[in-house]
């Protein structure tokens, strides 16, 4: 093979090469959930969210995720959440997955939230038997961190396909917490609901729009 | 000047030596005195200083190394590049023992001391330097055995401190009296992450199932960096928050302060184990 025919097929590599990862980054940086804006004005808004215990719909069927409600009141499966700064949001959690308890039992106390407290079921709680938990929702940055009762194991009209509807069984949280200064910030469950995955930590518990997800403070 | 068939050859070997010798003159004294104070980790914690210290020595003995192969390369290029097509050979080159020797003697005494340095630092000074000891530490500092117990909690992606001496309290927070021998009793629960405090000069992986102990002596009160410094997955970089060292006063009034505010949980927590082995590892659907 000549020089220049080896130079060539170096190149052409190197190319490629390239080619796939600028495909990889590009597409790493344009793909990603939609964003769901909370319903409201700033200084108070609220946000609607539900956890499903299996999506059951592609790509992942079987896996527990998040679900944010949009303005217009549809359900969008996506956990990228706008919200705006220097506000108080106020939050429901419609939860439909049954209790698993928490690793930590540490985050059975609700933190970050308006009092301190959480409302489940229409009682206010300061703590929750952290056997009783099904999922959390932290918000590190802000110290924000929930506890979300499951339902109980032998509830009857349990809920297999997002999005769920309040017809079936599930508790309801309500709080709410208070936003600073403009920014990105991550929020995620606490609990390793990932079933089949070590751990239970790999699956929705690594990926944006199941169980992770960002709070855009704006 | 010697002469190689009649032609005068420079003595390479000493002008070598010559610049080498300048340039280390300068380089050392520079590294010790101007750049040794800058080199990492800070100065907030006695076992801190003991490891800058360490970095300053053995910097300081490897420039001149360093120095030596440069010197040798740029003074090959610059003097002994062939400016001819003519390929011609070089004068012959004959073994010289006492040249073999000596670079075998002193190479071999550089690293031995090195590692005697390294050791003492380990072991003697810096009880660890930083990176945990195991459940069971080799070498304790002085007073170990009332050093104040901070349990370090990795998880999935947030670090957590329990504070067994003060009724077993976890908090978010982590804050630590200056002047107090401090023993962090690092694990995990769920894969392996690593505590990073730059500033006290602690790194320690936390691993589940083990109990990695490492001292800290904190020397004035500051806040420090933590990070996370085992890639965990997703959130691995956010892992990151500020410690504090307090005066002891204000540490007191702060454990205080988080006992209370942390009173709800304290009933369900497990209670204190140098491990946690957790469940649940389902979910339930």
Known sequence: ?218 | MTTIAGEPVPRHGVRIFAIWLVLTAIAVPLIVLVLGPHLPPPHMTVESVDQRNANIVMTALLVPIALLVLVYFIYSFVFFRETTDAIVDGPPIKGHAGAQLLWIVLTSTIVLALAVWGSYTLIAGAHGAGGGQGPDPAAKPTGYQHALPVQVIGQQWEWTFRYPTYGGIETRDLAIPDHTLVAFHVTSLDVTHSFWAYELGVKADAVPGVDNIAYVNPRHTGLFQIRCAELCGLWHGHMSKKGRVLASSAFQAWIAAAQKKNASIVKYLPKYSRVYYPAPLRRAG
Not at chain 1, 40 to 64: E, I, Y
Not at chain 1, 76 to 94: G, N
């Open chain 1, 1 to 218: 093979m000549s020089r220049a025919a080896r130079a060539l097929a170096v190149a052409a590599g190197v190319a490629f090469g390239t080619a796939l990862i600028v495909y990889y980054i590009v597409s790493y940086l344009t793909v990603s959930p939609p964003v769901v804006a909370a319903t409201g004005s700033k200084p108070r808004v609220h946000l609607t969210l539900q956890t499903v215990a299996s999506f059951g719909n592609p790509p992942h069927p079987d896996w527990v995720s998040y679900l944010a409600r949009d303005p217009h009141g549809k359900w969008v499966h996506s956990t990228v959440l706008r919200v705006p700064a220097y506000s108080t949001v106020d939050v429901t959690i419609y939860q439909f997955d049954t209790a698993t308890g928490l690793r930590n039992p540490f985050w059975g106390q609700p933190r970050g939230t308006v009092g301190g407290t959480i409302n489940v079921g229409g009682k206010t709680l300061n703590v929750l038997n952290p056997d009783l938990a099904s999922h959390t929702f932290a918000i590190p940055d802000l110290g924000v961190s929930v506890p979300l009762k499951g339902v109980a194991d032998n509830a009857k009209n349990q809920c297999s396909v997002a999005p769920c509807t309040l017809s079936e069984a599930h508790t309801t949280v309500t709080f709410s917490f208070k936003t600073g200064k403009p920014g990105k910030l991550r929020w995620q469950c606490f609990v390793p609901c990932a079933f089949g995955f070590p751990l239970g930590f790999g699956g929705p518990m690594q990926s944006i729009g199941w169980m992770d997800g960002y709070l855009m403070v704006q």
